[in-house]
């Protein structure tokens, strides 16, 4: 155990992050400490993990009609270029887009096959993933803070991940966002969009295909660039975990000045991996504006992963929220960036 303190603050020291955050994370260790014992096999050197670069960003487009308007709060992949997509404001279910990409990993086009549903009330749908060897869905709700599962045509089952009851010290409409799931680690991963009520760190909690909760890990997001708390919503959006045991994690503030003109979204794709290292690498950042010459502010909520390019490439897909396109103003936004 001395040996993993020892690399968190070695890890904390190389980053910089003050006084007052270093006290902070050594405060929270024993509060996070997995459950299960790790062992120095972990304490690997940075060498040792493969840290993706981007290859190309894309332009974000949409395309209205074929995709009605929406509050585009996650997307998962089902294969063949279908799409699971979860609204927060829609009832209870999802949607199925079909998507193409060119040879260079953007969208070319976009429409919408149907939505699914339960027939129940809105749960405030956050995220979605699909878990191939059940062929079923798992859906993130921040009414209730819970992860329930639902069939292929929308219906809910009996199963649901046993998610911590420390969640439920959520903040309002700051609960459970972003979920991940990945079939070669059968792991799941979700985490609060906010940190909970008197914490500092956001707390990545794993769970088994079992649906039992594993570990806990500490995540510091970076500083918020508005220091207008009243006008921002600064979190945790979206997560995506791969095939390495590394996740990527996208954190967005968003800030809507009093009269929208000004307003902005600014969005930073990190990976990390939890399991092994505090440490996390900065993909990619993007800005998009609302201003009286350029209107692309874009909410980015739901990530997931896109096609493999020939080359080798990963494609990443997010999806925004337009409020219901806003006013007509907004747009439901696609945007893919290229890793490798």
């Known amino acids: 155990m001395a040996q993993v303190l020892l690399a968190c603050l070695n890890a904390i020291s190389s980053k910089i ?11 929270v260790l024993s509060v996070f400490a997995p459950t299960h014992a790790q062992t120095d096999s972990l304490l690997v050197s940075d060498t040792a993990f493969h840290w993706l670069t981007l290859v190309r960003e894309h332009p974000q487009k949409s395309f209205s009609p074929d995709i009605p308007p929406g509050n585009f709060s996650g997307i998962t992949p089902l294969g063949d270029g279908l799409y699971a997509v979860v609204d927060d404001k829609k009832g209870d279910g999802f949607y199925v887009f079909k998507l193409r990409f060119n040879k260079r990993g953007s969208v070319t086009s976009a429409y919408n096959i149907g939505f699914y549903t339960s027939g129940l009330v809105n749960r405030d749908a956050e995220d979605i993933v699909y878990m191939p060897s059940s062929k079923t869905f798992f859906i993130s709700g921040e009414v209730n803070n819970d992860v329930l599962e639902y069939s292929l045509v929308g219906q809910r089952t009996i199963r649901e991940l046993k998610v911590p009851e420390v969640f439920r010290k959520a903040h309002a409409n700051q609960g ?6 990945n079939e070669s680690t059968h792991l799941f991963w979700t985490t609060s969009e906010s940190t909970l009520k008197g914490d500092s760190l956001h707390r990545l909690q794993s769970f088994g295909e079992d649906m039992q909760p594993l570990e806990q890990f500490p995540y510091q997001m970076d500083k918020p660039i508005s220091t207008d708390y009243r006008e ?13 045991g590394s996740l990527l994690v996208l954190e967005r503030e968003a800030f809507t ?15 990390v991996f939890p399991q092994r290292s505090l440490e996390k690498h900065l993909i990619h950042e993007w800005k998009t504006t609302m201003t009286l010459l350029q209107q ?5 909520e739901g990530m997931c992963l896109g096609p493999v390019l020939k080359n080798g490439s990963q494609v990443i897909l997010l999806v925004s929220d337009s409020q219901n396109q806003y006013y007509g103003i ?10 490798k």
């Open 176 to 181: 459970l966002e972003p979920l991940a799931y």
């Open 232 to 244: 921002r919503t600064h979190g945790v959006s979206a997560m995506t975990a791969l095939d390495d």
């Open 257 to 271: 000045s009093h009269n929208k003109i000004g307003s902005w979204v600014n969005c930073k794709l990190y990976q």
């Open 296 to 300: 692309n502010f874009a909410n980015y």
């Open 17 to 27: 992050l003050g006084v007052k955050y270093f006290i902070s994370i050594l405060l």
């Open 330 to 339: 907004l747009r439901d936004w696609f945007k893919t960036l290229v890793v």
